[in-house]
């Protein structure tokens, strides 16, 4: 009986996840097919889920050229904004890697005046939504030269991924004993020496997951790019509008640039994931 | 090796808000260990005995007076040029790094080579019975095997001035603790080590230490042998925290009869002679109000003494431990402990005697707590 009814559970419970996986996944799926559909296909009614799949959608979007044959298409230089989305974003996440390791150290472990005011101001950056600062930023950028440059655009990401990096490790480095530190310095090390012996390797794998969620909210950021680029800086996200065109919407082109731009956020945390998962519970376990 | 001198040493910390509330952890400290000698800074917890011990290794910053190592005042020095060894009570063992590597981690700041690392990590490890675990994660060891290998890491440096402890053996079961106790104290000896040894157990204290350092609520109770500290507390507190089970405490009041002084409990006198009670009418004590100390060791129950005093007392409970029973009576409300060998044959609500000799008791001054001696 006992058996019967732990069988039923599992049953039930296998369904529900897959009722959640269809549910989550479902809009990737029609996203893909729409990528690998004919411009006929993918505007037919009732939707088609068998036709014959095309690669021309990716290529088109890859090569960047204007597509000659049976259809028209906008001319977009998606590689070139794939690039960009990864010079900023790299240099977003370094930027708060190197300002942020620091900065989640000495609140983990120092006390000074104001510490706490100063932590919950760089979260609250977090709490206000983009747009309410997006149209003073847009100014000052244009006043400043840093309007459509590399390091204007690695500046202003870097508001959204530092505040998140600094919170997430600092829990880490309180996670850290004191002690381990106390008892390296009497054995004859410097600070510095404790950092890089003690604190930095048993930190990697926080950083490590720090660093690649700091990467995935940069890379799927659209406001700041959208508004604060110029064409030659712009990322994959805002890009992805430039295949609304006047006559009609270039849907299977919109798609498998959709589907390339969700590429690297997806292989980075499949390849990282028990990395991730363990960074995220570095604290938790132990408690 | 060296001597530690803690000179007039204070530790106070500002309150949160403001400086309005200063918080004193320790209060004018003072003490001296001698080279090879092994000092025990005995309190209870939040007594100021790990502040103590954290400033001399150099982790906590002197508010106040002055530390020296050997000649050298080391007020100013930055913990790793201070030539300390330490272990912890967490045992703070490097989790990514193996137990070897754990222990050579201070050896190698000192960029000894490899063939001389491995030589002395193999003889510390013999004599602390490691070495079939040097290739583990910390992770992976018992508590027992943790604080050998933090012992290991304290006592492979030879170049240590002082050997600082604090709280190495707490957290270990009682088997464990004994056998370490008596692993620590002839490592000492052997290596004519200098060691500043932090606890709160006195029975730690009092089978290892050469000298004992009394705290309690951040200032030095009393310093001396484990045998001064049992047989001639300095003050109330030091007679009730030394000695399990605990001195029982009768409070008295100082009366003359004729030429003649005794302190009075309950309806009992005790003789008091007169030069003691010279000096106790100059003892600041308004109240009149005196207690006498009795070691629970120092009473036999059931039967009288000669020279000394017999009380009639109720037994309240009798508790058998083995090798030795601890018989509670009751005096007027007043509970006293008597330590008897074996087995007691006293039943409780039964009436009984106590008795302990004049030699045997202790006067303080229960106002100040001072203890009233020749």
């Not at chain 2, 050997?70 to 989790?95: I, T």
């Not at chain 2, 003691?276 to 100390?293: F, V």
Request: aromatic share 12%.
């Amino acid at each position: 009986m006992n058996g019967e009814r732990l069988t039923l559970g599992k049953v039930l419970f296998a369904v529900g996840l897959v009722l959640i996986m269809l549910w989550t996944i479902f809009p990737l799926y029609w996203v893909f097919n729409m990528s690998i559909q004919t411009p006929i296909d993918v505007i037919s009614y009732p939707p088609k889920f068998v036709f014959d799949p095309t690669l021309e959608n990716y290529s088109v979007v890859l090569l960047g050229k204007s597509w000659l044959g049976k259809y028209e298409t906008v001319q977009t230089d998606f590689p070139r904004y794939f690039l960009n989305s990864l010079i900023v974003c790299s240099g977003a996440v370094i930027l708060s890697m190197l300002v942020g390791v620091p900065a989640a150290y000495s609140l983990a472990r120092y006390n000074f005046r104001g510490k706490e005011n100063f932590a919950f101001t760089l979260l609250s950056f977090r709490f206000a939504p983009g747009l309410i600062v997006i149209i003073p930023l847009f100014i000052i950028f244009r006043r400043i030269g840093f309007y459509g440059t590399y390091y204007g655009m690695i500046f202003a990401y870097q508001l959204l991924t530092l505040p998140f990096s600094v919170w997430l490790m600092r829990g880490f480095f309180e996670d850290i004993p004191a002690e381990l530190e106390h008892a390296a310095r009497i054995d004859g090390y410097s600070w510095w020496g404790v950092f890089r012996k003690i604190d930095l390797p048993l930190i990697a794998p926080g950083i490590a997951a720090t660093a690649i969620l700091s990467f995935i909210f940069a890379w799927n950021e659209f406001l700041f790019g959208y508004i604060l680029s110029s064409d030659a800086t712009r990322p994959v996200t805002p890009s992805l509008m430039g295949f609304i065109s006047y006559e009609q919407v270039l849907w299977g082109q919109m798609a498998a640039a959709a589907i390339i731009t969700l590429l690297p956020s997806v292989i980075l945390a499949i390849f990282i994931q028990r990395y991730l998962v363990r960074g995220l519970t570095f604290g938790a376990v132990k408690g | 090796m060296a001597e530690v001198r803690v000179e007039h040493v204070w530790k106070f910390y500002q309150g949160e808000k403001g400086a309005a509330q200063r918080v004193e952890a320790v209060k004018d400290a003072t003490f001296t260990c001698n080279d090879k000698e092994f000092l025990c800074l005995l309190g209870p917890s939040g007594c100021g005995k790990t502040s103590t011990l954290r400033m001399i290794a150099g982790l906590e910053k002197i508010s106040q007076g002055d530390i020296y190592i050997g000649e050298k005042r080391v007020n100013d020095l930055l913990p790793k040029d201070r030539m300390l060894a330490m272990s912890f009570e967490s045992y703070a063992l490097y989790p990514p790094m193996t137990i070897y590597e754990n222990i050579a981690f201070p050896l190698r700041a000192r960029n000894w080579s490899e063939d001389r690392i491995r030589e002395r990590i193999k003889e510390v490890s013999e004599l602390l019975e490691i070495q079939d675990i040097l290739s583990f994660r910390p992770a992976k060891l018992s508590g027992g095997e943790q604080q050998r290998v933090s012992l290991a890491r304290a006592l492979v440096r030879e170049d240590a001035q002082v050997t600082l402890m604090d709280e190495p053996i707490s957290h270990l079961d009682a088997q464990l603790k004994a056998r370490l106790r008596i692993d620590l104290k002839r490592v000492q000896r052997e290596w004519g080590l200098t060691v500043i040894y932090v606890t709160h157990d006195q029975l730690e204290a009092l089978s290892m230490a050469d000298k004992v350092v009394v705290m309690n609520l951040g200032e030095i109770q009393q310093v001396g042998t484990p045998e001064d500290l049992y047989q001639k507390p300095a003050n109330l507190f030091v007679a009730g925290f030394i000695g399990e089970p605990p001195m029982n405490f009768l409070p008295c009041s100082l009366m003359k009869d004729k030429d003649h002084f005794y302190l009075q409990f309950s309806q009992f006198r005790f003789e008091v002679d007169s030069d003691i009670a010279q000096i106790m009418s100059k003892e600041n004590n308004p109240k009149n109000s005196w207690t006498l100390g009795v070691r629970p060791a120092d009473m036999i129950v059931g039967s009288s003494i000669s020279d000394g005093y017999s009380l009639k007392a109720h037994v309240f409970s009798v508790e058998h431990l083995g090798e030795s029973s601890v018989v509670t009576v009751d005096i007027d409300g007043q509970q006293i402990l008597i330590e008897v060998p074996g087995l007691s044959s006293e039943k409780e609500g039964d009436l009984t005697l106590v008795s302990f000799g004049k030699e045997k008791a202790h006067i303080f001054n229960a106002l100040t707590g001072k203890v009233i001696r020749k």
